[in-house]
């Protein structure tokens, strides 16, 4: 599975960004796969944002976001969404797109995932 991020930009502070993921490959080898948004700004360490269960029925999401990201998905597309709103300077990141079977509730910066999008920019100014 091979996953593409698009949507990064710059924004002002308060702003808004989407972000989309989209999974290429054989439907089968997509099928199962629980879907998700990292982050890692320069100098830190990576930091786990938001999962998203196969179903879209579960969604959980890092201690920094909740309340301002929201994170969806659309089988039929292979796609996967992170809506940020209100954002801060301090969301200045690359944002990686992940997809991995374990149970969504699992998910952490010590999580090992199977599947890596290549990042994008995201930066937010004040």
């Known amino acids: 599975v091979q996953l593409v991020e698009s949507g990064g930009g710059s924004v002002q502070a308060g702003g808004s960004l989407r972000l989309s993921c989209v999974a290429f490959g054989r439907p089968s080898s997509f099928f199962g796969i629980n879907m998700g948004w990292f982050r890692q700004a320069s100098g830190k360490e990576r930091e786990f944002v938001a999962v998203?269960?196969?179903?879209?029925?579960?969604?959980y999401y890092g201690d920094s976001v909740k309340g301002r990201f929201t994170i969806s998905r659309d089988n039929a597309k292979k796609t996967v969404y992170l809506q940020m709103n209100s954002l801060k300077p301090e969301d200045t990141a690359v944002y990686y797109c992940?997809?991995?079977?374990?149970?969504?509730?699992?998910?952490?910066?010590?999580?090992?995932?199977?599947?890596w999008g290549q990042g994008t920019q995201v930066t937010v100014s004040s």
């Open positions: 998203i269960n196969w179903s879209g029925s579960n969604t």
């Open positions: 992940a997809g991995d079977r374990q149970s969504s509730s699992s998910w952490s910066e010590r999580a090992r995932i199977d599947y």
